[in-house]
């Protein structure tokens, strides 16, 4: 492991002041960060410790009626939220779901989003495009756990389970850095490696998620998070489903664990989702639909399947009410 200087920060100003400074980074709990300096794919002159900054913690109403979730709160305190639970149980049921309860005990959410993937290659410093190599050893190897769709050309899928929920809540995330503080829609907020290789998320050198704002619109009505893995617990998402249907009506159902970023299905799918009492052939129909630019790689494509199921079964049940 290189050695880093370490920095705790109590005011946001002299956190951004540090952090403004090349070699640089934020740390949260450290579970990710930590790691990947001892596998040589981060080295940092120094990390700044941000969970001591106001601005970062807690959970608290806005006047604007959206829900501020600190981005240095911990996963295992937003499972645990009452009102987060009450009014946005998709988030609460993603965090609770993450790894182990050392993980989620010790995880900020912020550092949850900007965890780096688990493709095995890139992990092992195999020599790979996001490692700055020239192919991606993973599209004709062990590519079990990768992306079918939005690949290409590297296959990572984004690791997280609360970027999934943001997105189908359409959550907005705020930061702040260099430029001056900046609102970002969760769904702009993950990259594709066509636009970027060398991070999986639009976050600028020197920026902090400051939080996330959960909208009132997104409050309550039918939300269920459904995480397939390959071990009962505290594993990754092999496929993953954000299914709501707001009280509004409308309904989100966004894929985890299929593309480099939380995958939105088609709205045309969504829409005819919330027409309700669908029967069984247009259940199936719609599921297909979903899934209709899904190219899986040669060791992947039961992940087409998965999906399919989970969409199946949301699609009938949110149909269903
Ligand atoms: C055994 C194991 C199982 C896991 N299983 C899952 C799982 O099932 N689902 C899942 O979603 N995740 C899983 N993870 C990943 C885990 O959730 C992440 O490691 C964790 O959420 C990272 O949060 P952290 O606060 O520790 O981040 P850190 O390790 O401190 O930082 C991670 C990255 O975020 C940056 N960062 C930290 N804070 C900020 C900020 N405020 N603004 C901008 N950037 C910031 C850091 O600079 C770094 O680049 C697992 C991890 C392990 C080790």
């Not at 190599?133 to 756990?145: I, K, L, S, V």
């Not at 690949?151 to 943001?166: E, F, K, N, Q």
């Not at 247009?282 to 297909?288: D, K, Y």
Request: aromatic letters at 4%; glycine letters at 10%; charged letters at 25%.
């Amino acid at each position: 492991m290189s050695p880093f200087t370490y920095h705790s920060e109590v005011a946001l100003t002299s956190a951004l002041a540090r952090l403004a400074v090349p070699g640089q980074m934020p740390i949260g709990g450290g579970t990710d960060l930590l790691v990947t300096i001892e596998e040589g794919l981060a080295a940092p002159d120094g990390v700044v410790d941000v969970r001591a900054l106001g601005e970062l913690t807690g959970v608290g109403d806005m006047p604007d009626g959206t829900l501020r979730v600190g981005g240095a709160c911990r996963l295992a305190d937003i499972a645990d939220d009452e009102t987060v639970r009450a009014r946005y149980p998709l988030l609460a049921s993603a965090c609770e779901q993450v790894g182990t309860p050392a993980i989620r005990a010790m995880a900020t959410l912020a550092g949850n989003l900007q965890q780096r993937p688990r493709c095995w290659y890139f992990r092992r410093g195999v020599s790979c495009l996001k490692s700055g190599g020239t192919t991606c050893p993973a599209r004709d190897g062990e590519n079990q756990y990768l992306a079918i769709l939005e690949g290409g050309p590297c296959w990572i899928v984004h690791p997280s389970d609360p970027a999934v929920a943001l997105v189908a809540l359409e959550a907005e995330i705020d930061v702040d850095g260099p430029s001056g503080p900046r609102t970002i829609a969760a769904g702009d907020f993950f990259v594709l490696p066509t636009e970027r290789l060398d991070r999986e998320t639009v976050l600028r050198d020197g920026e902090l998620i400051v939080a996330v704002r959960l909208p009132a619109v997104a409050a309550g009505g039918m939300q269920r998070y459904t995480k397939l893995m390959q071990r009962e617990a505290w594993d990754f998402a092999l496929v993953s489903l954000a299914a709501t249907r707001r009280t509004d009506g409308e309904v989100r159902l966004v894929l985890g664990g299929v593309s480099p970023r939380p995958y939105r299905v088609y709205t045309s799918v969504e829409e005819e989702t919330m027409s309700g009492g669908l029967d069984e052939e247009t259940i199936i129909g719609l599921a297909e639909r979903a899934l209709l630019d899904a190219v899986p790689l040669a060791k992947n494509g039961y992940k087409v399947e998965l999906a399919a199921t989970l969409l199946r079964d949301a699609i009938r049940e949110i149909a269903a009410e």
